[in-house]
């Protein structure tokens, strides 16, 4: 009887251990405690290593969905980045491209039919206002600027500046030419959005492009 206990007490301790425990069984009451090999029984239980497999995977599924979040949110951010850029270059290209209803030579000839005098240059204002700035000047040192609607044609607005840099010898140099502003223009077959004298010859924009055109002939060359 004592030692059906002991057995009892003994297995019980390594079932609820959870563990491998070797059990020391006594053939007799008198036996020493420690049996013979012949006498043990080996306990194995296999709960912790089944409870530690399940624990590993749900760590690796763990890293595979933070992996997946990661490049989901990578592609993500790319998209966007390159839907911006596409943004930035349609803007670009429509500022460029879209004078309104009025082309460089009808800003040209408003200006001019409000402001007698030569050319200079023609700028299309592209930061909302969508104005053609034309830049007239009268002699010496003073230079016009006419701002006239890209829409409607008409003139908006004028500001005087009597102290123009370089002014005087831009305006000779112009005023000798045989190509004028207007025909500096006329010789870029595309909408152009800006023409400007610098550096003796005309400067032309039309879309994404630059031009060049000498002050002798009208005659474009693309620069780049």
């Not at 700035?133 to 009268?138: C, D, F, G, L, Q």
Request: charged residues 35%; hydrophobic residues 35%.
């Amino acid at each position: 009887m004592k030692r059906n206990a002991v057995i009892a007490a003994l297995t019980a301790v390594a079932v609820i251990g959870g563990g491998a425990a070797a059990v020391a069984v006594s053939s007799g009451d008198d036996a020493p405690a420690t049996a013979s090999p012949a006498d043990r029984v080996s306990l194995v239980s296999g709960t912790g290593q089944e409870s530690a497999a399940p624990a590993d995977r749900d760590d690796d599924q763990d890293d595979d969905r933070d992996a997946k979040d990661d490049d989901r949110d990578d592609r993500r951010d790319d998209a966007k980045d390159d839907q911006d850029d596409q943004d930035d270059q349609r803007d670009d290209k429509g500022a460029a491209a879209d004078p309104g209803n009025v082309t460089v030579a009808q800003a040209i000839a408003a200006a001019l039919n409000h402001t007698s005098g030569t050319v200079l240059s023609a700028d299309l204002d592209d930061d909302g206002d969508r104005r053609w700035e034309v830049e007239v000047a009268t002699g010496g040192s003073t230079v016009h600027e006419v701002e006239v609607d890209s829409t409607t044609g008409k003139v908006v607005r004028t500001e005087t500046d009597r102290d123009e840099d370089d002014a005087a010898a831009e305006l000779k140099a112009v005023q000798g030419a045989k190509v004028s502003a207007r025909d500096a223009a006329a010789a870029v077959d595309t909408t152009v959005t800006s023409v400007e004298f610098d550096d003796g010859h005309w400067e032309v924009e039309a879309g994404e492009a630059d031009w060049t055109v000498p002050l002798d002939t009208p005659r474009a060359s693309r620069e780049g």
